[in-house]
């Protein structure tokens, strides 16, 4: 086989490329005109075409006009009203204020460089920590549903 160079080589895909050939289970597709080169040598059975692209849409038929009879403004879904917001314990809201609130009243006095006296510091430790702790204690040791085993499909 002879090399031959890459512009050959186009060229020759250039000068052979020619209209689709038919094949047997496929209808041979018409020529629109386009390998004369121009817009204006478009042949009659284009012509047809163009014509239908200058046309208005057909008129699209409204909700009402395809269901005259239903009301749809009451035939709606309502979900029923949502359960009560759950509460928890005042032994549980102090234990939360301590794990959230410690933390957070030793940060603003950090910031804003406000001394605290040692046993305020040490209170606010002590709340954090005891808070965590009693939190994890009371935390459930059973899953919320047995027969759940994790699996998500």
């Known amino acids: 086989m002879v090399p031959i160079d890459d512009d050959e080589a186009w060229q020759a895909i250039v000068d052979n490329y020619g209209e689709r050939p038919a094949l047997d289970d496929e209808p041979a597709l018409p020529s629109t005109g386009r390998e004369s080169g121009s817009a204006d040598d478009l042949g009659e059975e284009s012509a047809g075409v163009w014509d239908t692209l200058d046309d208005d849409p057909p008129p699209t038929a409204s909700w009402d006009d395809e269901y005259p009879d239903s009301d749809w403004t009451t035939d709606r879904f309502v979900p029923p009203p949502p359960p009560p917001i759950p509460t928890t314990t005042p032994d549980r809201y ?11 009243i030793l940060l603003i006095c950090l910031i804003f460089r406000i001394s605290l006296p040692q046993l305020v510091a040490y209170f606010l430790v002590a709340a954090f920590v005891g808070g965590f702790l009693y939190l994890v204690f009371k935390m459930s040791h059973e899953p919320r549903d047995p027969d759940d085993d994790g699996a998500v499909l």
């Open 94 to 104: 102090a234990a939360w204020s301590g794990v959230l609130g410690a933390p957070a």
